[in-house]
């Protein structure tokens, strides 16, 4: 069975940091690209940051310099750090893991991130 769980949300001001974890089971990890999507209510979820099974990286404009992407293979796990956090980063946050050949995607359950005052 596959499995993405993510952790790590929680109510912050804004400012403040978070480290979102997304810890995966039932796929060989090292051969998924690994992203981060976020999402409002009403719409559909955007992406804000990737990193591919040869670790390059990528980010939404609106995160760039603020939140960094990692991952280790040793744990099945990728990352997404969050600094100088705005109240426009307040939605749930979701993990995806995606491989073209053949075409897979698996989606984690989400995360909360709240960003007030």
């Known amino acids: 069975q596959v499995q993405l769980v993510e952790s790590g949300g929680g109510l912050v001001q804004p400012g403040g940091s978070l480290r979102l974890s997304c810890t995966t089971s039932?796929?060989?990890?090292?051969?998924?690209?690994m992203g981060w999507y976020r999402q409002v209510p009403g719409q559909q979820p955007d992406l804000v940051a990737l990193i591919t099974s040869g670790d390059s990286t990528g980010y939404v404009d609106s995160v760039k310099g603020r939140f960094t992407i990692s991952r280790d293979n040793a744990k099945n796990t990728v990352y997404l750090q969050m600094n100088s956090l705005k109240p426009e980063d307040t939605a749930v946050y979701y993990c995806?893991?995606?491989?073209?050949?053949?075409?897979?995607?698996?989606w984690g359950q989400g995360t909360q991130v709240a960003v007030s005052s």
């Open positions: 995806n893991a995606h491989r073209g050949l053949p075409r897979t995607e698996y």
């Open positions: 039932g796929i060989i990890f090292r051969l998924y690209d």
